[in-house]
Each structure stands twice: as C-alpha cells, then as structure tokens.
C-alpha cells in the first residue's frame, strides 16, 4: 500500500492483488477476479502505470458498500 504525502488524510493505493489482500485480512469475502473485473470494466477508477492498475481502497470499499438493485 502507498501513502499519499500531499493528501490530508491517508489515502491508500495499490495494485488490485495488494488491494484484495487486505480485503481479505480485514474480512471482506471479495474474489480477487471479481475485482479485476470491475476495475477492467470500469466499475472501479484505476490509473495504470504499464500494465499494472492502480486503485485506491476507498474507492474499492465505496463500490462493494453501494446498495445494489433489486435481481430482475
């Protein structure tokens, strides 16, 4: 995880496989393909350095807490 000097508060990216593990750890039931997959979609903002996407945990934790819609 990175820790931004310039933010007011910790604001914490890292790549989608740093960013699942500490999902994991702090007990989200949260597949590492599924976050690819939102973050490849678009679902999740990323900046890409390469290959490598980058994306921020707040951003992560505020797409998996939305209320999602009603199954059809």
Same mark, same amino acid.
């Given at each position: 995880?990175?820790?931004?000097?310039?933010?007011?508060?910790? @604001?914490?990216? !890292?790549? /989608?496989?740093?960013? $699942? &593990?500490?999902?994991?750890?702090?007990?989200?039931?949260?597949?590492?393909? *599924?976050?690819?997959?939102? @973050?490849?979609? !678009?679902? /999740?903002?990323?900046? $890409? &350095?390469?290959?490598?996407?980058?994306?921020?945990?707040?951003?992560?934790? *505020?797409?998996?807490?939305?209320?999602?819609?009603?199954?059809?």
């Amino acid at each position: 995880m990175k820790h931004s000097k310039y933010a007011t508060g910790p @604001v914490q990216c !890292g790549s /989608i496989h740093e960013i $699942y &593990r500490r999902l994991q750890e702090e007990g989200y039931r949260i597949g590492e393909a *599924a976050l690819r997959a939102w @973050v490849k979609n !678009g679902q /999740i903002p990323a900046v $890409y &350095r390469g290959k490598r996407a980058l994306v921020l945990y707040e951003d992560v934790l *505020a797409f998996i807490s939305r209320p999602m819609p009603p199954a059809a």
